[in-house]
């Protein structure tokens, strides 16, 4: 059964569900759309989410299963784990770590007894419907891009781009 989560920080609302342990939808609450709208980044509606591997050699989506959540706080930071349990007692976990004000979210995942049965490559699938949040589309496209973080060294898909871009880290 599907149980939501929602955290609400100085500057972020977000909504996490258990099924996936994935953001389900994240709005910048100082922030405002052209047309004077909440700014919403993640919403159901738009955005879809797939994070492919494969599990003794079967193809397996990680955000298709449901986690049991733990939440705590650490200072001014709340901690969300999403761990399933796999097979011989093996688990899986994400760690999710949302300071108290910002706009960043740190994302971690683990595992504990898949060394032998889960690939080393993980794939996520991110499909989005960008919802129009500048004047026009075309300004809407040119100040688009995504950051991201991978072992200490933060690196991004290109603004300006109309080509589909796939990175491999």
């Given at each position: 059964e599907e149980k939501l989560t929602w955290i609400e920080t100085a500057d972020l609302k977000i909504n996490f569900s258990n099924k996936g342990g994935v953001i389900q939808y994240l709005e910048l609450k100082k922030y405002k759309t052209y047309t004077g709208k909440p700014l919403i980044l993640i919403e159901p509606a738009s955005n879809s989410f797939r994070l492919q591997t494969k599990l003794k050699g079967e193809e397996?989506?990680?955000?298709?299963?449901?986690?049991?959540?733990?939440?705590?706080?650490?200072?001014?930071?709340?901690?969300?784990?999403?761990?399933?349990?796999?097979?011989?007692?093996?688990?899986?976990?994400?760690?999710?770590?949302?300071?108290?004000?910002?706009?960043?979210?740190?994302?971690?995942?683990?595992?504990?007894?898949?060394d032998k049965e889960l690939a080393d490559q993980l794939t996520l699938h991110w499909g989005n419907s960008l919802r129009l949040v500048e004047k026009d589309i075309a300004d809407n496209r040119n100040n688009t891009t995504i950051n991201y973080n991978v072992n200490g060294t933060v690196d991004w898909l290109a603004e300006r781009s109309t080509d589909i871009e796939k990175e491999v880290i």
């Open positions: 397996l989506d990680l955000y298709s299963l449901y986690y049991a959540i733990d939440t705590h706080r650490s200072g001014d930071t709340t901690i969300l784990n999403y761990k399933v349990q796999l097979s011989n007692g093996a688990e899986l976990t994400q760690t999710y770590k949302i300071p108290e004000s910002g706009y960043e979210i740190g994302y971690s995942i683990s595992s504990r007894g898949l």
